[in-house]
């Protein structure tokens, strides 16, 4: 039965960013439903609210063709956090997060948290292969891939060959650092570029309750400040809207 | 203008021999018919059809012996007759109305009130002879093809030069004038992209000329190409379908393409650069045309242009309808709701419907777009969605959610002209669930179900699926179709798409443009079927084999008593509406937004 509506209201938005086929819907999935499912396109945006001890969490996911249909700021608009998504066999992923993701997250809260997060690490790595990660693995497996040889000379025999990886983790923490200077944030006290760069597997499940646990954590003072500082724990709905007469979509 | 009209007894028995059971029909032009190929033997190789030059008579590029062409106008498919008032003559093998008779009877019908005396009386006048039952050479449809093509699923990564993958029914692809590949139904667009640079240098080969390729047919396939501003599409089909048929299938997958990106964009993309990979925009939209190339497939709705509706108590239906139009939000248009994949009902916004209203291919694409979306049955979508019927080249806000999470089987769709809308119009999803929960018809919803063709009473009526017109014209209202459940001897996938597969060729045949039938009487090898079409309303029934013509007229006038007798139950009678201007009880401070100004009208 579906909850009554008073307990809906989101405290804090999350935005999950990143071009088509980088694993965005299947990492949400693997989080919330504990599972990997090869049949789920995503059309427009999808909301979902997360419990999260005494809070309710929203989180978009998105497309990937946001700055196409220009819905992209609307998702964005007063988000705490956005989970900036690439495919680690793809080069060209991590390049389009920078040409044409970030400048979505204009409308973001000024203290915007930002995670750069590295999917399909099963397909490069085999540490990541094995099925739910165990408690107590860290990100010191990731860490490590980087450096293991990959592609070559990996079990000729195994149908799930391995495929070069295209973006190490440096390339990964530059993007962060960069993404800071670009908000203006360098100076401000934000996590160090370890904290908030990730790679997992939305297949494996490998690194994906770190990624969302470690960002909800990270977003709690804000949801704290919030409510400290009396604003209704809402989305405001007159907020969102803009004030002058909506023009209807027509391009 | 029912004087090309013609009415048609057809059996399924066929000259014994090799006669290739597939007729094909040939249009170069819409409404112009210009070959008809026959047996293999008369005209073998492959014939190229084009649109003719901007005055002349159509084109014909044969690869086969020219000698042909002659023969084929006049020829006469072995497998069944026809009656044109053109060519009025009779064949003693079968049954035949004269031209008077059948004008007679199209004028007649008109002023007839009870459509199911009138069937009576006039396949009575018709004086029909008993055919023997076909048992010899199959019907179109049940013809074997080779290999069977792999299991579904992996359809991207197939192997492009195996045997199955050329054995598949039926093949669409999309590419841009430039050549590039955007689709394939089955196999990765980069293995194929030669394949599709040869269909592409073949559209420009004949575009060179000034003129369009429109079809290519072999004994075994149709191929239907389709221009569409910058992009081609082309189908490869070996399903018996009508040339006609196919393009309207294409037109569906142009739609859903336009759907998701607009037209007034895609021209805009390719006038930028001419050979822009679309693919970019559309990765990830894959599934979506794959899920409308599967349910085009199965799901007679596309075949007749019309909705599927979900039978209810008109009291609940009303219900329904009366809490969707409580639940309203400034610049809400549309609110729709649908169970089990069929229309429970849908509210428009007042002015929408006057103006405008949705189409059925439109709100067809809306449906693909939620069966392919149900990934998402915890969340709730905010999407652009453009409906190409009702404007190519503007967004709406589609918001989607499920209201009976885990089993997720009633959908909530509204559609809003304001991008900005979602929080709005989430909460009006709430207030629709509270107002259900408090009424409980989320329970009695859950309850509905398709019918069965037993509970109709008529003995050897298997299935049927009838669209009326008789919609009064002020409501202009959705086109809306019945059908009850396909059941035993049709449970399985394989007799669900025989069955389908017959049906489509009735409506080829009563819809073609060369030589347009009313009704077609066709005794097949399982089966003998009816259609039928009149001035107020489309029908194709299914008998058992056992039926004779007396009894399947008895039985249809049975039929059409007991659809009007559950008319309220099977149709939306009277579509509701709302209007969405400014609510005062709420603190929107917007007098600004009012009907003529709520963004809507800026769309038409
Ligand atoms: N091997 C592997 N495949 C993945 C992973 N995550 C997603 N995929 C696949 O990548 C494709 C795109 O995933 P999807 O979640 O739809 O991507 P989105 O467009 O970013 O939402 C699907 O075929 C997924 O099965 C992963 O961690 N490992
Ligand atoms: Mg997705």
Known sequence: ?251 | MFYSRGVCWSSGCEKQGDVSPVENHIHCDEGQPQTEEGSEAACPGISIVTDGFADSAPGDVSGGPASCEGEEHTHLDSQDTHLDSEDAHLDSEHTHLSAEQALDSASGEESQEDSGEFVAAMLARSRLEEQGLGVKGGSPPLADTGPSPPPPGLHRDEDVTADAWRAHRKHVFVLSEAGKPIYSRYGSEEALSSTMGVMMALVSFVQSGDNTIRSVHSDQHTVVFMQQGPLVLVSVSSSGQSEQQLRHELRYVYNQIVSMLTQASIARIFQHKKNYDLRRLLAGSEKILDGLLDLLDCDPSFLLSAVHCMPLASSLRDALSHVLQKAITPNLVFSILIAQGQLVTIVQERTVIEDARLEPADLHLLLNLIGASSAFQAGEIWTPICLPSFNPDCYFYAYISYLDPPSCSVCLLLLSTDKEAFYAVAECKRKIEEAMLAQNALAALAKARPYSATQVGVSDLRHFMYKPFDVPDNHRQLTQFTSPEMESPYSSEAEKTRLLDLYRDLHGRIHSTSRPLKLIYHVAERETLLAWVTSKFELYTCFSPLVTKASSINAITKLLRWIKKEEERLFIRYPPKYSTTPNPSRTRKAPEHDATDNGFLSLL
């Open chain 1, 1 to 251: 039965m579906p909850e009554p509506a008073k307990m809906r209201k989101p405290d804090v938005k999350v935005v999950i960013l990143g071009d088509m086929n980088v694993g965005k819907t299947s990492l949400l999935h693997r989080y919330t439903e504990r599972k990997f499912k090869d049949t789920i396109s995503t059309v427009g945006g999808a909301f979902f609210l997360k419990q999260w001890g005494p809070y309710n969490i929203s989180i978009w996911d998105t497309a990937g063709r946001e700055q196409f249909h220009g819905l992209g700021s609307m998702y964005c608009r007063g988000a705490s956090a956005v989970i900036l998504t690439y495919d680690v066999t793809n080069w060209q992923t991590l390049a389009e997060l920078e040409d044409r993701f970030l400048s979505l997250t204009d409308t973001a809260n000024s203290d915007c948290i930002y995670a750069i997060v590295g999917n399909k690490a099963d397909l490069t790595d085999s540490g990541t292969h094995r099925a739910e990660p165990l408690d107590g693995q860290t990100e010191q497996e990731g860490v490590g891939t980087e450096l293991q040889p990959t592609g070559g000379g990996v079990g000729g025999g195994d149908p799930a060959a391995l495929l070069q990886k295209q973006v190490s983790q440096e390339d990964a923490r530059a993007l962060y650092n960069r993404v800071l200077r670009y908000k203006g944030m360098e100076d401000k006290a934000c996590p160090p570029a370890e904290r908030l760069c990730f790679e997992t597997s939305a297949k494996t499940g490998y690194n994906v309750d770190e990624l969302f646990e470690t960002i909800f954590d990270m977003v709690l003072p804000s949801i704290l400040k919030k409510r400290s500082q009396g604003t209704p724990s809402t989305i405001d709905l007159e907020e969102c809207r803009v004030p002058k007469s909506t023009k209807a979509g027509c391009c």
